[in-house]
């Protein structure tokens, strides 16, 4: 089994559908509206937000997040994941009623728990919601920088890319770079090239998250494989959100064939009936990527984590280890 990496992963968004329904009996709501069969219940991004944003407003104590983060990091180990960075939202905490802080320590917490079980490597991504605005993305950028959290390495922006500009996320990306975090951003998933291109332009990330509808221009492909972009890439998600119609339309080999540096992740596994191993063996499916080539993804994304230099070191020794 290759070892491998996530970069991608909205942690809300990775609450199974049967820890989601305990949490609706122990906070009194009803789930059918949102889940049906033991599956999350949406048919657009749209209705997948609402679909997310009602599960996320089940976790509202700091132990309701602490064991979703812990069994989420867990269950990426066994899957023989050894990194793991997540998508943190102080908006969604916030609307759930417990501040930043108590709920960015409980995630951290349960990352910690994860790791001590299985070894697995966590960070923790800071993020603002487009759709919620400009004031709010600025408020995460703020929370982000003075934090202190240890395992607080990146901010980024995700929610609907339809909605925003991304001129008016240059302060909130300027205050997390001034504090040393790492920089990605959603583009390229709702909208087409020109959305990576502005993210590329205004914001200066080192990674995005998806970039896939670059693929509709070759020079913006050629930019992104010449400054080294990195893409985190979740094919599960953009087959069910319909970005493209199947597997076989999926531009991850263009882009590898491109020498564009790409990376496999689930997003909100649960919701595209996903996870980080599903991706990994529809690499192996689809994509024609042996094992060696999947290694090589995980290397990959490990360069381009958000993580300190010397666990960065150790986690590419393990990868060499476990090649020998
Ligand atoms: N796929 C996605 N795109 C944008 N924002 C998100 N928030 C959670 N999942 C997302
Ligand atoms: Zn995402």
Same mark, same amino acid.
């Given at each position: 089994?290759?070892?491998?990496?996530?970069? $991608?992963?909205?942690?809300?968004?990775?609450?199974?559908?049967?820890?989601?329904?305990? @949490?609706? @009996?122990?906070?009194?709501?009803?789930?059918?509206?949102?889940? @049906?069969?033991?599956?999350?219940?949406?048919?657009?991004?749209?209705?997948?937000?609402?679909?997310? &944003?009602?599960?996320?407003?089940?976790?509202?104590?700091?132990?309701?997040?602490?064991?979703?983060?812990?069994?989420?990091?867990?269950?990426?180990?066994?899957?023989?994941?050894?990194?793991?960075?997540?998508?943190?939202? +102080?908006?969604?905490?916030?609307?759930?009623?417990?501040?930043?802080?108590?709920?960015?320590?409980?995630?951290? *917490?349960?990352?910690?728990?994860?790791?001590?079980?299985?070894?697995?490597?966590?960070?923790?991504?800071?993020?603002?919601?487009?759709?919620?605005?400009?004031?709010?993305?600025?408020?995460?950028?703020?929370?982000?920088?003075?934090?202190?959290?240890?395992?607080?390495?990146?901010?980024?922006?995700?929610?609907?890319?339809?909605?925003?500009?991304? *001129? &008016?996320?240059?302060?909130?990306? *300027?205050?997390?770079?001034?504090?040393?975090?790492?920089?990605?951003?959603?583009?390229?998933?709702?909208?087409?090239?020109?959305?990576?291109? @502005?993210?590329?332009? $205004?914001?200066? +990330?080192?990674? #995005?998250?998806?970039?896939?509808?670059?693929?509709?221009?070759?020079?913006?492909?050629?930019?992104?494989?010449?400054?080294?972009?990195?893409?985190?890439?979740? +094919?599960?998600?953009?087959?069910?959100?319909?970005?493209?119609?199947?597997?076989?339309?999926? +531009?991850?080999?263009?882009?590898?064939?491109?020498?564009?540096?790409?990376?496999?992740?689930?997003?909100?596994?649960?919701?595209?009936?996903?996870?980080?191993? %599903?991706?990994?063996? #529809?690499?192996?499916? $689809?994509?024609?990527?042996? &094992?060696?080539?999947?290694?090589?993804?995980?290397?990959?994304?490990? *360069?381009?984590?958000?993580?300190?230099?010397?666990?960065?070191?150790?986690?590419?020794?393990?990868? &060499?280890?476990?090649? %020998?």
């Amino acid at each position: 089994m290759p070892l491998k990496a996530e970069l $991608h992963c909205h942690i809300e968004g990775a609450a199974a559908p049967e820890l989601v329904v305990r @949490q609706a @009996q122990k906070y009194g709501k009803d789930v059918s509206p949102f889940i @049906q069969n033991g599956s999350f219940v949406w048919n657009d991004f749209t209705s997948f937000l609402a679909a997310y &944003d009602f599960a996320a407003d089940l976790f509202r104590t700091e132990e309701d997040y602490a064991r979703l983060s812990e069994h989420y990091l867990t269950s990426l180990a066994r899957d023989g994941a050894i990194y793991s960075e997540v998508f943190t939202s +102080p908006d969604h905490a916030i609307k759930a009623g417990l501040s930043p802080k108590a709920y960015t320590d409980a995630l951290g *917490e349960g990352m910690l728990r994860a790791k001590a079980k299985t070894g697995i490597e966590g960070r923790m991504i800071v993020t603002g919601v487009r759709h919620v605005g400009v004031e709010s993305i600025e408020a995460a950028a703020r929370f982000a920088a003075r934090c202190n959290h240890p395992l607080v390495t990146g901010f980024g922006v995700a929610g609907d890319e339809r909605m925003g500009e991304f *001129e &008016d996320y240059v302060r909130a990306f *300027e205050i997390a770079r001034e504090a040393g975090l790492g920089i990605t951003i959603h583009a390229g998933e709702l909208l087409g090239w020109e959305s990576v291109a @502005q993210a590329l332009d $205004h914001i200066k +990330p080192s990674r #995005i998250g998806h970039g896939v509808r670059a693929i509709e221009n070759p020079d913006l492909v050629k930019r992104i494989a010449d400054e080294g972009i990195v893409l985190e890439v979740c +094919p599960g998600s953009n087959i069910a959100l319909k970005v493209f119609d199947s597997f076989a339309d999926h +531009p991850f080999p263009k882009f590898r064939a491109a020498g564009c540096k790409v990376t496999l992740s689930s997003d909100d596994p649960p919701y595209f009936w996903t996870s980080l191993k %599903r991706e990994y063996d #529809i690499a192996t499916e $689809h994509f024609g990527m042996d &094992d060696k080539a999947l290694m090589a993804t995980t290397r990959t994304a490990i *360069e381009a984590a958000f993580v300190d230099r010397k666990t960065k070191a150790a986690l590419l020794a393990r990868l &060499d280890g476990h090649k %020998r």
